[in-house]
């Protein structure tokens, strides 16, 4: 089962900043948090991904509370083109570093408007 | 730079057959995943493929199958299919070791009637 609770489903305006919550009050030390999307008809695309500090990167910014319980990803300035479902997913890397498989939720579907 | 690619992109198979579903992962890869998106559904993870072998499985019955090829791309079979079956089969890539995420083909849509 997924270990995170996400909102079913959010809106945003275009142009405005998109903040999506994800509650992983069961994380381990060595369990990352990482953000994936997918728009209709597509595999899921990658966003970003933390452990213990905010980071940001082209896409969007990912801030970590210190207890690590919970994240919000931000997209700053939403399109259309951000219409998709998000998921949130906490993954540990195994032991010698390889990846780990992905637990998928269902995600919050994201309806960006004009 | 090629993402992963996956083929064919539809198919329609009767229940009772077989199917093989094709992967190439991104270039530099060298780790193959396979998942199972019923409709409404986040993907399910079915099994992972390193060094030409089953890695790691979801929960998944021994009708799916799957073999990795020295050149990395991978293949995805499943015997005696179900109605049930019916889903978006995803391949995604990644380095074994690394941190970063993975990449995911557009995958392919299997109709079981």
């Known amino acids: 089962d997924a270990k995170t609770t996400q909102p079913t489903s959010m809106d945003c305006a275009e142009g405005r900043a998109a903040n999506l919550p994800c509650n992983h009050s069961?994380?381990?030390?060595?369990?990352?948090v990482y953000w994936y999307r997918q728009i209709h008809s597509q595999g899921p695309q990658y966003i970003i991904h933390?452990?213990?500090n905010n980071e940001t990167n082209e896409m969007a910014s990912l801030i970590i509370t210190e207890d690590r319980k919970s994240s919000t990803l931000i997209l700053p300035h939403a399109t259309l083109r951000d219409t998709a479902v998000y998921y949130c997913?906490?993954?540990?890397?195994?032991?010698?570093?390889?990846?780990?498989?992905?637990?998928f939720g269902k995600g919050t579907k994201l309806s960006v408007k004009p | 730079d090629a993402g992963v690619t996956q083929s064919p992109t539809h198919l329609i198979k009767t229940r009772g057959q077989q199917v093989t579903l094709r992967c190439s992962p991104k270039?530099?890869?060298?780790?193959v995943s396979w998942y199972q998106q019923a409709l409404g559904q986040g993907p399910q993870f079915i099994f992972q493929y390193y060094e030409e072998e089953e890695r790691q499985r979801g929960n998944f019955p021994d009708r799916f199958s799957g073999h990795q090829f020295p050149n990395y791309s991978s293949e995805l079979n499943v015997n005696a299919l179900l109605l049930g079956d019916s889903a978006l089969y995803l391949c995604?890539?990644?380095?074994?070791?690394?941190?970063?995420?993975?990449?995911f083909g557009s995958g392919t849509r299997l109709t079981v009637v």
């Open positions: 995604a890539s990644s380095l074994r070791q690394g941190s970063y995420g993975y990449t």
């Open positions: 270039s530099g890869h060298d780790t």
């Open positions: 069961t994380i381990s030390g060595n369990e990352y």
């Open positions: 997913i906490v993954r540990a890397r195994n032991y010698g570093g390889s990846q780990g498989n992905l637990i």
């Open positions: 933390g452990l213990k």
